[in-house]
């Protein structure tokens, strides 16, 4: 994906991740009830994200459907990767270092890197 999306759009894309194809209405229904957006707000995020080509939609009578063009696994290596490029100079080992010193790492999540290591060594 070429275009960044802001957080308001993420919130539109969550929900057609979830459900697609959606009309505005529909989508406005499945955002998550502290935006508060109106049907407006919405349709005005979803015009933002087709003219990314982020979506895209169907004519379905008088209304439209849209669906996401951007698989979420994706969008989520690119976002993954630009953190850690603009963060820690593209190398993952300073962002664990940093959550460390932190107590951001639980004993859970150590268990969970460790495993994932030894899966990577074989």
Same mark, same amino acid.
């Given at each position: 994906?070429?275009?960044?999306?802001? %957080?308001?759009?993420?919130?539109?894309?969550?929900? !057609?991740? @979830?459900? +697609?194809?959606?009309?505005?209405? &529909?989508?406005?229904?499945?955002?998550?009830?502290?935006?508060?957006?109106?049907?407006?707000?919405?349709?005005?995020?979803?015009?933002?994200?087709?003219?990314?080509?982020?979506?895209?939609?169907?004519? %379905?009578?008088?209304?439209?459907?849209?669906?996401? !063009?951007? @698989?979420? +696994?994706?969008?989520?290596?690119? &976002?993954?990767?630009?953190?850690?490029?603009?963060?820690?100079?593209?190398?993952?080992?300073?962002?664990?270092?940093?959550?460390?010193?932190?107590?951001?790492?639980?004993?859970?999540?150590?268990?969970?890197?460790?495993?994932?290591?030894?899966?990577?060594?074989?």
């Amino acid at each position: 994906m070429t275009e960044r999306i802001s %957080d308001a759009e993420h919130s539109v894309m969550e929900v !057609l991740w @979830q459900e +697609s194809p959606l009309t505005a209405q &529909e989508v406005a229904e499945r955002v998550p009830a502290e935006r508060a957006w109106s049907a407006n707000t919405v349709k005005t995020l979803l015009g933002r994200l087709l003219a990314k080509n982020i979506i895209a939609h169907e004519e %379905d009578g008088r209304r439209y459907r849209y669906r996401p !063009l951007v @698989q979420r +696994s994706d969008y989520v290596v690119g &976002e993954s990767r630009r953190m850690i490029d603009r963060l820690f100079g593209g190398k993952l080992t300073p962002l664990v270092a940093h959550l460390a010193e932190r107590d951001a790492i639980t004993d859970q999540d150590i268990a969970e890197i460790e495993a994932l290591l030894k899966d990577l060594k074989q």
